[in-house]
């Protein structure tokens, strides 16, 4: 008989999402585009700022170019009263550690933004490796890919993150899914439909199934001008 794996203690993690109408995140190119409202963009920084740290993947930070910050004075005076840092620590996931030391997140000032933890593998190229000790703290695992629940489990007892706000993309909200690493969903449905099957959906381009269905219960709808925001708490049974 198969011992059950003890599964290990992490942090509360929920995902952040805008998708058009046909479930599209992005285009076929996964280039950054605009498809969502002032008010969408408001709802990203502010479940951003309920973070002990945000995660993002490294294809979605290369796109996008973000610097992961809180912009918002009201947002960090909010976080300091509910006894978080001003800021939360910036999260980067990459299995190759190909990563760019010039992306805008590595550009910002200490006194003004989180420090950055970056999790990869040993494949990570000498050159970035080296560059990126300077802007950031690694941490290298010689297993070809990041063990996402290990991580979590180290966020919480190293970094001490009770939450997680997670912003992309699809192949890494994937991963959690399947590793039953999701408590909730923030989605929001924008009025476009990009179609082809080119363009990723929150999933990613797979046309596997998940290992198992994962089950969703709505918490809360609004509706916002043409776009509805809703909130799912994931069940990870």
């Known amino acids: 008989m198969k011992k059950k794996q003890k599964r290990l203690s ?16 992005t285009s076929r190119t996964f280039s950054a585009i605009d498809f969502t409202s002032r008010a969408d963009k408001q ?24 610097r ?4 918002n004075k009201e947002l960090r005076a909010e976080r300091i009263k509910r006894g978080q840092a001003e800021y939360p620590l910036r999260v980067i996931v990459s299995n190759t550690g190909k990563i760019d030391p010039a992306l805008n997140v590595f550009q910002t000032d200490p006194a003004s933004s989180a420090p950055i933890v970056i999790f990869s593998t040993t494949r990570m190229p000498r050159n970035n490796r080296c560059a990126l000790m300077e802007r950031a703290t690694l941490h290298l695992t010689s297993a070809p890919k990041v063990d996402l629940a290990e991580m979590l489990h180290r966020l919480k007892t190293e970094y001490r993150v009770r939450r997680v706000a997670c912003e992309g993309g699809a192949t890494l909200f994937r991963t959690l899914l399947e590793g039953k690493l999701v408590d909730q969903l923030n989605l929001t449905i924008a009025p476009y439909l990009f179609g082809g099957a080119k363009a990723p959906t929150l999933t990613g381009l797979s046309k596997d199934f998940l290992p198992r269905s994962v089950a969703c219960a709505l918490k809360s709808m609004r509706v916002v001008g043409e776009e509805c925001f809703l909130t799912y708490r994931v069940t990870n049974r």
């Open 68 to 71: 992961l910050s809180i912009a």
């Open 10 to 25: 992490r942090p509360f993690v929920m995902a952040t999402f805008a998708m058009t109408v046909d479930g599209k995140i």
């Open 43 to 66: 709802h990203l920084i502010r479940q951003r700022s309920l973070g002990d740290a945000v995660l993002i993947g490294h294809s979605t930070l290369r796109s996008d170019n973000v």
